[in-house]
């Protein structure tokens, strides 16, 4: 981000373990999936529509906005809630005795319920200066250190901004969060969506202002900070457009994301509103892992960070469900069509830890088995089996075409996918193979549709409206 002014582009697809499941610690960001735009919302492309989009921010004591007094003329804005170290400085100085710091850190070893008494410390200062009349409120985890372990600012943030509004106070003070955790647009998308008017990620910055000063990054410290600052906005954008949202003050607070392991009276509490529909950790869950990170960052002996390996396998980073040599081992069983070889792939798949939600889940014996000639036939069975919407291009032809072979063989269905196909498709091979699709998909604008196409088809299924396009998946966190 720092060098391109490009948010990072991962595969399409996460194999990497739910954060409710995997055992490296994973930031409170990760338990966050945003939401996609229904029928009723169409999203917008931040990229071709971005002149109906803004990320202007208005922050301080917002008053009566339907007031036509001159007090309007007393907020402020920015362009964004994105804010520079050297900016978030100015801004203090600027607000003067208006504003008010709260410490989101609780002490190490103070107990199991530190966290719980933490937040609730927080939201009674909040309130308290809110009421003693400050307009701008500070909520920052700087303090942190060997005796003092950060709260996840994301709860933080939600915890006051709730209580703030659950007392009718939030319209008269802004919240500037300051976070060590944050990096990513996902993780600024999150703050302002759990209520962050303003989002300072002042570990980030200082991180890119070391690397510039031991040359590990080429051009000047400015060139850098509003490349990374361009790469939070054009994030934050197309997170919003995904829920057809065009200015952010529409989409702080709204909480549009949906809560994956964390328990539901945690989620009740500081999340109000937020689905968490498998429930999953709470408080003490949390604070447990807070101090186990804390601890190896404070107290364990100096060494060499570790490489993480989110976005890209390493052998001492997360574990990924579709590792190199597993993917060798199907490879080599579809090569050689050996079945030994296949037997090989299917026990080191089974011996992964629970990697993703459905590897929890297991059979329940309801009794005594029943004989075999009692089950549904499997030619019945196969028939419900539909291959997913996989369009040409983002599948080669030769695929596009064995898949449809393979699923027409055993009088099953596949899916065209939006991209059209081949008209030569509509008619059957030599040797009696029909590499037709038996669905097929129509998308608005999208090429290869016509009378002929739909005539082929045995099943239509009409798009009407997607939270993102193909092109940008890849770096969408869903």
Known sequence: MAEDGKEMVASMGDDTPSAVLSKIYRPLSHFFRQNFSQVTNPPIDSLRESRVMSLKTRFGN?????????AQTEILVLESPFIANEEFKVMVAQFGESVVTIDCTFDDGAGEDALRQGLERIRAEAEDAVRS???????????QGEGRVPMP?????????????????????SLNVRAAECIDPHYFAVLIGCGATTVNAYLAQDTIADRIERGLLDGSL??????????????LLKIMSKMGISVISSYRGGLNFEAVGL???????????MHSRISGIGLHGIQWKLEQVHAKGWKAPVGPLPVGGFYKARRSGEKHAWEAQTMHLLQSACDRASYDMWRK???????????????LLDFKPLGRAIPLEEVESITSIRKRFVTPGMSLGALSPEAHKTLNVAMNRIGAKSDSGEGGEDPAHFHPEPNGDN????????????????????????????????????????????
């Open 133 to 143: 009349g400050s307009g701008h409120i500070v909520l920052t985890d700087e303090h």
């Open 263 to 273: 328990s539901r009276a945690l989620v009740a509490e500081y999340f109000p509103g």
């Open 222 to 235: 400015t060139n850098a900070m509003r490349h990374y600052r361009d790469a939070i906005d054009a994030g």
């Open 435 to 478: 590499p037709s699709a038996k669905i097929k998909q129509v998308a608005s604008g999208r090429f290869g549709v016509t009378a002929e196409y739909l005539n082929q088809c045995e099943e239509l299924e009409i798009k009407v409206a997607q939270g993102a396009s193909p092109a940008r998946a890849a770096s969408c966190r869903a």
């Open 153 to 173: 600012m994301i709860l933080a943030t939600s915890a006051v901004h709730s209580w703030l509004t659950r007392k009718g106070l939030r319209t008269f003070t």
């Open 345 to 359: 792939y299917s026990a080191a798949m089974q011996a992964n830890p629970p990697i993703h939600l459905r590897d």
């Open 62 to 70: 917002l008053k009566n906005v339907l007031d036509e007094s001159s």
